[in-house]
């Protein structure tokens, strides 16, 4: 790998965020096509190597770089400190696809308990809770699309999320089919 391909792979991994071309451009102080075309070959590499690292291209000119989705629920309580709980994982998908719900709707159909769920969703800034009446308007955020790899637009955000969650549940089946073919 080359120093400037090197940069951008540094410049993904600690930002933790998604990159715009621009401003990875600026970190190698190169065009953006120039940058593109390295980050092109980077995702290129990622991919052939097969492993649980993928650079990913988003809307609107931006990079992440970030851990397989089909990867997290083997080791997705591993993450420091549990980014999500498994239930906060479920209302936050039921936001996803719902939006924009009312919390007093989601409450009505998930429980209480969801209420816990929405403060620390809002506290990771994943969703946006904006008042409403004696409710709130839960939609999701701009993070919470860059970071599961999704668009904004909600319409093509959501049927990206059915895809991911089939694609998932498909893996998952897959690996309990093979566990429990194998002697113990």
Known sequence: MDEDMVTL???LYVSGRALTLE????IIGKSQSTAQKILDNLSFEYNKREGALEVVALPKDRYVMQLKPELTPRVGKLIPGGLLSFATLQTLVFIALKQPILQSDLVAQRGTHSY???RDLVDKK???AIPEGRSKL???T?????YFGLDYDR???KAQLKFKMKRILEDQGEI???ESQTPG
């Open 155 to 157: 319409v093509k955000l």
């Open 142 to 146: 701009q993070l919470f699309a860059d």
């Open 116 to 118: 816990d769920h929405i």
């Open 23 to 26: 401003e990875l451009a600026d």
């Open 138 to 140: 839960l939609t999701t």
């Open 126 to 128: 994943f969703i946006d």
């Open 9 to 11: 792979e540094a410049a």
């Open 176 to 178: 309990e089919g093979l």
